[in-house]
């Protein structure tokens, strides 16, 4: 089981031996702490929890303060639980706790799920929020490229309502995205660094959680 919290940092071109481009995002991860071990015993399922990111007590709450301080363990920016289970079953290869994770658990060509919050982009209109193509400048229509189009009501498909799930303008971004099966490039402990290939959510400095 791996896994680790870091911070998304710029996205740059890596070239393989074979003369290959690839398109990857450098992530700075600092070594985590593990903070807790959960058990289903106790919690009512097993984890792991890491805390990573340097901070003061005065930035955290009580509740975290007397977290760490009850272990003895400093405090931390972030702290992240990370279910440990394999194939459906809990993973009893638990991590001490206090002991520290860095990117040194990963190698390159490893396969890793990233998560992260994606960038929010606001209230906006069904053309950019759901693709909706808009409709064309003819016939009459002024104003309506950008349209979202009848949304049901009168005694139509829904009985006269909005059917649920109607894909309608709204909030878009920040909410929680995971992109699966992205490959290890590079992985530098002296700065604390993994290179992962493609994009992964959110802007610079949002943390973000790997695991394989």
């Given amino acids: 089981m791996k896994f680790i919290l870091g911070t998304k940092g710029k996205m740059t071109t890596v070239y393989t031996e074979e003369g290959m481009a690839f398109a990857a995002t450098v992530i700075i991860a600092t070594p985590n702490v593990v903070t807790q071990i959960k058990t289903a015993e106790k919690e009512g399922y097993a984890a792991m929890q890491v805390g990573a990111g340097d901070t003061t007590d005065k930035r ?7 977290h760490a ?10 702290m992240r639980p990370r279910p440990t289970t394999r ?27 990233v998560s992260a919050i994606s ?9 950019k929020r759901h693709g909706f193509h808009g409709g064309p400048r003819s016939h009459g229509q002024k104003h309506s490229e950008r349209s979202p189009g009848s949304i049901g009501g009168g005694g139509g498909r829904a ?7 109607m894909r309608m303008a709204g909030r878009m971004g920040q909410e929680r995205v995971s992109v699966r099966n ?3 490039l590079q992985v530098h402990p002296a700065t604390n660094e993994i290179v992962i290939s493609g994009a992964i959510p ?7 959680e790997i695991r394989a």
């Fill in 60 to 66: 955290v709450n009580k509740a975290q303060l007397g």
């Fill in 69 to 78: 301080k009850g272990k003895a363990l400093k405090v931390f920016r972030e």
């Fill in 87 to 113: 194939e459906g079953a809990p993973d009893t290869n638990f991590p001490e706790l206090g002991s520290t994770i860095d990117v040194s658990a990963f190698a390159v060509g490893d396969k890793v799920t």
């Fill in 119 to 127: 960038k929010g982009r606001g209230f906006q209109g069904v053309v």
């Fill in 159 to 165: 009985g006269g309502r909005v059917a649920k799930g």
């Fill in 182 to 184: 992205l490959s290890v």
């Fill in 202 to 208: 959110g802007r610079k400095g949002t943390v973000v």
